[in-house]
T-cell receptor, first 112, second 113 residues
Framework: AQSVTQPDIHITVSEGASLELRCNYS??????LFWYVQSPGQGLQLLLK??????LVQGIKGFEAEFKRSQSSFNLRKPSVHWSDAAEYFC??????????FGTGTRLTIIP | KAGVTQTPRYLIKTRGQQVTLSCSPI?????VSWYQQTPGQGLQFLFE???????NKGNFPGRFSGRQFSNSRSEMNVSTLELGDSALYLC????????????FGPGTRLTVT
């Protein structure tokens, strides 16, 4: 079955530290992958997307993600987090159709 | 360019009532999708409309319905509300196509009492 998995429900990092949020997918082909961020009470904002080509993609707000076919992963990274990065992060795929399938989300807390 | 707008932002309804939510897509976007977000089930796809026709449907009961108008604006309706329908309802618009990003509105927070 097609699915997106985010193994970490909650992650806490110190301001200025590096960040990696994990995402795995289950699909028989190369999926189209997305990372979204949601601040409390808000909608979802697209951070970056992967369709094909270069496996390292750059997004907004200093985020990047790397697609690894061998590990069925699409992990999100940021070299140095800011307090404003505290939010919930969702990995998603459309698995070749028009509807997005989301992971369960990872809540990011930043400590000073 | 204005983003996706959703009205109302907050709504409180009683069990058994019906509700209509509205979504205006980004100008030029003709595909509108709806998602339900709850703490227990996460983000789930409801349906997608393109050119006034429902093109895709998620696994929700028939109480959930929608429509799209010729200007691409969309509405979703939930009839005979249940407590479990309390959720954040998100609308997303796109150009359509598997390589098109979906842009989300701020959502409508529905509370059923």
């Amino acid at each position: 079955a097609q699915s997106v998995t985010q193994p970490d429900i909650h992650i806490t990092v110190s301001e200025g530290a590096s960040l990696e949020l994990r995402c795995n997918y289950s699909y028989g082909a190369t999926p189209y992958l997305f990372w979204y961020v949601q601040s409390p009470g808000q909608g979802l904002q697209l951070l970056l997307k992967y369709f094909s080509g270069d496996t390292l993609v750059q997004g907004i707000k200093g985020f990047e993600a790397e697609f690894k076919r061998s590990q069925s992963s699409f992990n999100l990274r940021k070299p140095s987090v800011h307090w404003s990065d505290a939010a919930e992060y969702f990995c998603a795929s459309n698995f070749g159709n028009e509807k997005l399938t989301f992971g369960t989300g990872t809540r990011l807390t930043i400590i000073p | 360019k204005a983003g996706v707008t959703q009205t109302p932002r907050y709504l409180i309804k009683t069990r058994g009532q019906q509700v209509t939510l509205s979504c205006s897509p980004i100008s030029g976007h003709r595909s509108v999708s709806w998602y339900q977000q709850t703490p227990g089930q996460g983000l789930q796809f409801l349906f997608e409309y393109f050119s006034e026709t429902q093109r895709n449907k998620g696994n929700f009961p028939g109480r959930f319905s929608g429509r799209q108008f010729s200007n691409s604006r969309s509405e979703m309706n939930v009839s005979t509300l249940e407590l479990g329908d309390s959720a954040l309802y998100l609308c997303a618009s796109s150009l359509r196509g598997v390589r098109s990003e979906q842009y989300f509105g701020p959502g409508t927070r529905l509370t059923v009492t």
